[in-house]
């Protein structure tokens, strides 16, 4: 298979996916029972929470400056901000391919290298993914109960019982498999792991480590704040529980990370969600597109007014410094 191939499904199957997905989820829930909520939402929530999204964008941009700084390099904020939004407003047309125009960014208009900038933005994805999995860990905790009846209630005990034991069982044939096996599969995910191991060790021995794992817990505080207030917007979903507001977080993350920007997906992920703890279902899906919308608004602005503005000032500051 050949690249352009590769990239043209890599952009036209999660957008054909997300078209598919939504005209069923129009059929079973029409717009008539929707357009309701989004007329009688208050959108001072939104607001507000559009507003905490944008502070976890500030504090990723001021964050990124801790990784590049033992290295040598003062990165501007400006830039570091720039870049940030110009990688979102990316990964809405080829998902991921935004961490790649970031480095680019500043190999552009602050000189560093590529390899050096991209690698630093790894280390941020690290630290990312172990905030995600304390947050499902938590989740798992403080709602149990419910997962295990909800499990219970799918599967009898006796196939749960032979499904982790399965699991245990495909756990040490894996980890054997890792250890033992050099194959092209195995040395992947070996490395994946390392660089885990890695990425978690350099964190705690960068200059201002403290500061950098604040602004990490920060940047997942604001998202989770994000979501709940703006639940606040749908009066349907002013008694919701803080269990399915973070299973609904968790699940509009990886859609988030698996597709171009949740593109339709990601108010489908929340309806999923919210409807393990029988929410009404349009009131949910409701709230997943006013969420979505709000903040893709805020990223198609500010990542284009960067696309415009990056340039001019940077030719400004070139202009300044001589």
Same mark, same amino acid.
Request: no cysteine; net charge positive.
């Given at each position: 298979?050949?690249?352009?191939?590769?990239?043209?499904?890599?952009?036209?199957?999660?957008?054909?996916?997300?078209?598919?997905? &939504?005209?069923?989820? !129009?059929?079973?829930?029409?717009?008539?029972?929707?357009?309701?909520?989004?007329?009688?939402?208050?959108?001072?929530?939104?607001?507000?929470?559009?507003?905490?999204?944008?502070?976890?964008?500030?504090?990723?941009?001021? /964050?990124?400056?801790?990784?590049? @700084?033992?290295?040598?390099?003062?990165? /501007?904020?400006?830039?570091? !901000?720039?870049?940030?939004?110009?990688?979102?407003?990316?990964?809405?047309?080829?998902?991921?391919?935004?961490?790649?125009?970031?480095?680019?960014?500043?190999?552009?208009?602050?000189?560093?290298?590529? @390899?050096?900038?991209? &690698?630093?933005?790894?280390?941020?994805?690290?630290?990312?993914?172990?905030? #995600? #999995?304390?947050?499902?860990?938590?989740?798992?905790?403080?709602? !149990?109960?419910?997962?295990?009846?909800?499990?219970?209630?799918?599967?009898?005990?006796?196939?749960?019982?032979?499904?982790?034991?399965? =699991?245990?069982?495909?756990?040490?044939? &894996? *980890? *054997?498999?890792? #250890?033992?096996?050099?194959?092209?599969?195995?040395?992947?995910?070996?490395?994946?792991?390392?660089?885990?191991? @890695?990425?978690?060790?350099?964190?705690?021995?960068?200059?201002?480590?403290?500061?950098?794992? !604040?602004?990490?817990?920060?940047?997942?505080?604001?998202?989770?704040?994000?979501? *709940?207030?703006?639940?606040?917007?749908?009066?349907?979903?002013?008694?919701?529980?803080?269990?399915?507001? #973070?299973?609904? %977080?968790?699940?509009?993350?990886?859609?988030?990370?698996?597709?171009?920007?949740?593109?339709?997906?990601?108010?489908?992920?929340?309806?999923?969600?919210?409807?393990? %703890?029988?929410?009404?279902?349009?009131?949910?899906?409701?709230? =997943?597109?006013?969420?979505?919308?709000?903040?893709?608004?805020?990223?198609?602005?500010? =990542?284009?007014?960067?696309?415009? *503005?990056?340039?001019?000032?940077?030719?400004?500051?070139?202009?300044?410094?001589?």
């Amino acid at each position: 298979m050949n690249n352009v191939l590769k990239k043209t499904l890599k952009i036209s199957v999660p957008l054909l996916l997300a078209v598919i997905l &939504g005209w069923y989820s !129009f059929s079973k829930i029409p717009l008539s029972q929707i357009i309701p909520h989004f007329k009688s939402a208050n959108y001072n929530w939104v607001f507000l929470g559009t507003f905490l999204g944008l502070l976890s964008h500030l504090s990723r941009a001021y /964050r990124w400056r801790y990784l590049l @700084e033992p290295m040598g390099y003062n990165l /501007r904020f400006t830039n570091s !901000f720039m870049a940030v939004m110009i990688t979102y407003l990316s990964n809405y047309g080829v998902p991921r391919s935004g961490e790649v125009l970031r480095a680019a960014v500043l190999t552009n208009y602050e000189n560093i290298p590529f @390899e050096k900038s991209f &690698g630093t933005i790894v280390s941020e994805r690290i630290a990312d993914l172990i905030i #995600l #999995l304390a947050i499902i860990g938590f989740t798992l905790i403080l709602e !149990f109960n419910f997962i295990l009846n909800l499990l219970q209630q799918t599967i009898s005990f006796k196939k749960l019982a032979i499904l982790a034991i399965a =699991g245990i069982l495909m756990l040490g044939i &894996g *980890y *054997y498999f890792i #250890l033992k096996s050099n194959s092209k599969l195995a040395t992947k995910v070996k490395h994946f792991f390392i660089g885990l191991i @890695e990425g978690m060790a350099s964190i705690f021995k960068m200059k201002h480590k403290w500061k950098f794992i !604040f602004h990490t817990l920060f940047i997942w505080i604001m998202y989770i704040a994000m979501f *709940y207030v703006t639940t606040f917007a749908v009066k349907d979903l002013n008694n919701i529980s803080i269990g399915a507001i #973070l299973i609904a %977080f968790i699940s509009a993350s990886f859609i988030i990370a698996a597709t171009n920007g949740g593109v339709i997906v990601y108010p489908l992920a929340i309806l999923a969600a919210f409807s393990l %703890f029988n929410i009404p279902e349009s009131p949910a899906l409701a709230f =997943g597109w006013i969420i979505w919308t709000s903040q893709t608004l805020m990223v198609i602005l500010l =990542g284009t007014l960067s696309f415009i *503005y990056l340039p001019i000032y940077n030719k400004k500051s070139k202009t300044t410094n001589l």
